[in-house]
């Protein structure tokens, strides 16, 4: 398994650009989410979803839309982008087994904002 | 999802035990303690989890106290490899939406 997979690994927009960073996996996981990690902090959850055609906001969703047509992928669309929007962007899935799962993260993408 | 209150930062020397410990008082019943932990900026990797009963897996060692509003994950024998910073997450049944919070950089010294 390739596990969960993110494109692209680096990159560079001009604010008002806009832009979908990619996320799939390969291990039938019900749950995806993504999650924005600027230098020093925390991941903060953008939007996550229980499900194909199931979606819903996490703490920052502000500036950006995702769809989840299939089980296998959840793309994340910056509508305008903004440099407060340079961040290192994480997309995880997991399974529901009795309650609990763990989550299985990406290696990111780096997005910088001119 | 439960908030956690975790040391900003640890050191702790090559080869001795490295204890994190991390304040979960909101806890509700049915979510579980997951630990996880990121290496520089590589995406988080998950370590162990708890809901009530103590944990060891191969990583590590999690000790949940008899109320639940706090824990501890160990490591045994910490090597420099284990420098990291080290999430705490309390979460239901759909650890999908968990918070993380700032986390516990720990920095383990030769």
């Known amino acids: 398994n390739a596990g969960v997979t993110q494109t692209p690994k680096f990159q560079v927009l001009k604010t008002g650009q806009s832009m979908t960073l990619q996320c799939a996996q390969d291990?039938?996981?019900?749950?995806m989410s993504w999650y924005r990690q600027d230098p020093g902090m925390g991941l903060r959850l953008i939007h996550y979803s229980v499900g194909a055609g199931i979606t819903d906001q996490g703490e920052v969703p502000n500036g950006y839309n995702v769809s989840r047509s299939t089980t296998e992928d959840f793309p994340l669309r910056l509508l305008s982008a903004a440099p407060s929007q340079t961040s290192v962007y994480f997309c995880?899935?997991?399974?529901?087994?009795?309650?609990?799962?763990?989550?299985?993260f990406g290696p990111g993408t780096r997005l910088t904002v001119l | 999802d439960a908030k956690t209150t975790q040391p900003t930062s640890m050191d702790c020397a090559e080869g001795r035990a490295a204890n994190l410990p991390c304040n979960h008082s909101?806890?509700?019943?049915?979510?579980?303690v997951y630990w996880y932990r990121q290496i520089h900026s590589q995406g988080p990797q998950y370590i162990i989890h708890?809901?009530?009963n103590n944990e060891t897996n191969e990583m590590a060692s999690l000790i949940i106290t008899e109320d639940r509003k706090s824990s501890t994950l160990i490591l045994p024998h910490a090597t420099l490899r284990d420098t990291a910073v080290y999430y705490c997450?309390?979460?239901?049944?759909?650890?999908?939406?968990?918070?993380f919070g700032d986390g516990t950089t720990l920095t383990v010294k030769p």
């Open positions: 909101t806890i509700s019943g049915n979510e579980y």
């Open positions: 291990m039938n996981h019900e749950y």
């Open positions: 997450i309390g979460a239901g049944a759909n650890a999908g939406k968990s918070t």
């Open positions: 708890g809901l009530k």
């Open positions: 995880a899935s997991s399974y529901s087994t009795g309650g609990y799962n763990e989550q299985f």
